[in-house]
């Protein structure tokens, strides 16, 4: 109807407001225009003003002739000016497409067909199927202890070992060819106000570590699991400021050299952006993560002040930063961090008797990292008492604790420029762990009692020498193309190097891809992307890496993926 009533006061005004010897009949508009506010389509001051403005309009025309009379007009005539029918079709289909338009997106066309709380809510997901493989090499040792699955098993009796039992053990030498994994999530974000957002993220994955949210696919064809994967709230007071609380996606400028691409952040954590110039900004980010809580009840058989004294690990971080926009098509971004892991080192026991089987817990069992992967040095943690009985076969189970604390510094840079139409990117990013220092891990407690257990030079046989780490890390790339593409024929290349010392970075927190995870390890990354649809691209990948100290151990990891994204 409001339609029809713009398209007669447009046609017909046209025609009549000109016509000679006609003037123009205003009942049929005015009509309309009282039915439009009946069915609340405009105001009752709307429609005064739309009939006021036709009415001035036509007496400006009407006088305008007047003043201006053609050749050969007497005084009083007035001209008539023919609008072709097909002119005012196209007029009238015009204005009915912009109606109706702003009606679907203002939904007043059909009001209340869609409930307003829909427009807060956006969607996403992304799936990604995977054919993976891992070669390792026949050079490898045998026996790299798995001291992860060591602790979260445990306690395991060295003891044993006398015994030829085993600890866990790697494996090293065995490849693993063609596994067929996918990676799923599905994610919703609420603007809840003006200032308020809220996130919340499900994702697959084989268990609920941290760095990747990938299943191996297979099992039996059994149903796979799915993860709480983010859940925040953000405060955004501005456009320059927030909060964030829950758990999140990094906030961080990083590439995949210490922290998983896939890693998600546990904690509150704010961030502030102060631009300077249309082309320069800075930005602070700050947080509070919480790493790992000492168990409320923990031991469970310990009674009173035998409780483990709160040890909560808390990573604190703070990154300060640049947007700088050097040309229409150069952009170069940097960050400067520093991530200060609390009480992450492990403490050695008070003497504990755990060989009778009457107590199952030592004092600082506590202090054993929640989650590990490889590479980082440890030692044992419970100085057990032998047994007078039997001193020289008694049980000693044991847990492992990391030797060393972990504070971050970190210099990340990122730098996009163009060549042509072909988009280009290098990133370059240097660490190193300030709180390593080797003697410490040697010096730490009397009578040869908490020295590192791993991370000793040896030949293929897995046989002990020298010890060695370091706490450096860094790693460069080259990416030549669309770093994400997202449309057909979009594409990119990529060439990177990595080096990660034992004791750079908790080696928990690394990528997955990488050595299969953790630390120590450097080598050569190749991957390669190719979109063959809108939101569809191919992508293919090449890690190849090999221990930086220690007893050989090289893993060639290949991967072919069909990745979307909606």
Not at 90 to 111: D, G, Y
């Amino acid at each position: 109807m409001l339609c029809l009533a713009i398209g007669l006061l447009l046609g017909g005004q046209a025609v009549t407001a000109f016509a000679q010897d006609a003037a123009p009949s205003t009942n049929a508009t005015i009509n309309l225009i009282r039915l439009m506010v009946k069915k609340g389509l405009i105001t009752q001051g709307e429609a005064d003003g739309l009939i006021k403005q036709a009415n001035d309009e036509a007496t400006q025309a009407r006088t305008a002739i007047a003043a201006a009379p053609a050749d050969g007009a007497q005084p009083g005539d007035v001209r008539a000016v023919y609008v072709p029918q097909n002119v005012r079709n196209e007029i009238r289909e015009q204005v009915k497409q912009e109606v109706i338009a702003q009606a679907k997106s203002e939904h007043w066309a059909e009001p209340n067909a869609i409930p307003d709380w829909l427009d807060r809510i956006s969607w996403y997901g992304d799936v990604r199927v995977r054919d993976e493989s891992w070669y390792y090499s026949r050079k490898n040792a045998p026996d790299f202890i798995n001291y992860a699955a060591l602790n979260q098993n445990g306690p395991y009796d060295i003891n044993s070992l006398s015994q030829h039992v085993n600890p866990p053990i790697l494996n090293s030498t065995q490849n693993r060819l063609n596994m067929l994994r996918m990676q799923a999530h599905i994610g919703i974000n609420v603007k809840l106000g003006d200032t308020v957002t809220a996130g919340v993220r499900i994702g697959s994955g084989n268990d609920n570590n941290p760095v990747s949210t990938t299943q191996t696919l297979g099992g039996g064809l059994v149903k796979k699991n799915l993860w709480l994967d983010q859940a925040w709230v953000r405060w955004q007071p501005n456009q320059y400021y927030s909060i964030t609380a829950g758990r999140m996606p990094s906030p961080f400028l990083q590439t995949d050299l210490i922290f998983s691409p896939e890693l998600n952040f546990d904690g509150v954590v704010g961030h502030g952006e102060f631009p300077f110039t249309d082309d320069l900004k800075t930005f602070v980010t700050a947080g509070a993560i919480p790493i790992q809580y000492t168990g409320n009840h923990a031991p469970t058989q310990a009674l009173g002040s035998d409780k483990y004294a709160a040890g909560d690990k808390w990573m604190w971080a703070t990154q300060l930063g640049f947007t700088w926009k050097l040309a229409e098509d150069v952009q170069w971004q940097a960050g400067l961090a520093y991530y200060f892991f609390n009480r992450m080192q492990g403490q050695l026991s008070a003497p504990c008797q755990v060989y009778n089987g009457l107590v199952n817990y030592c004092s600082t069992d506590n202090t054993a990292p929640d989650y590990m992967q490889w590479g980082n040095t440890v030692f044992l943690l419970r100085d057990i008492l032998p047994d007078t009985s039997s001193p020289n076969n008694y049980a000693q189970p044991q847990f492992v604790g990391l030797s060393y604390n972990y504070h971050i510094a970190d210099l990340v840079n990122k730098l996009d420029f163009k060549v042509g139409e072909t988009p280009i990117e290098l990133q370059a990013e240097y660490e190193r762990n300030m709180a390593y220092h080797m003697r410490t891990a040697f010096n730490r407690y009397p009578n040869g009692l908490g020295v590192p257990v791993n991370n000793y030079q040896g030949s293929s046989d897995g046989s002990n020498g020298p010890y060695k780490s370091g706490p450096v890390g860094w790693l460069v790339r080259g990416i030549v193309g669309t770093p994400h593409p997202m449309a057909l024929n979009e594409w990119n290349i990529a060439l990177g190097y990595k080096y990660l010392q034992p004791d750079a970075m908790l080696d928990g927190l690394t990528d997955q891809n990488f050595h299969l995870g953790g630390t120590n390890a450097k080598g050569f990354i190749l991957t390669a992307d190719y979109g063959i649809a809108q939101r569809t691209w191919l992508s293919a990948r090449y890690f190849a890496a090999k221990q930086v100290y220690g007893p050989p151990f090289t893993i060639d990891v290949v991967q072919f993926e069909v990745n979307t994204k909606f």
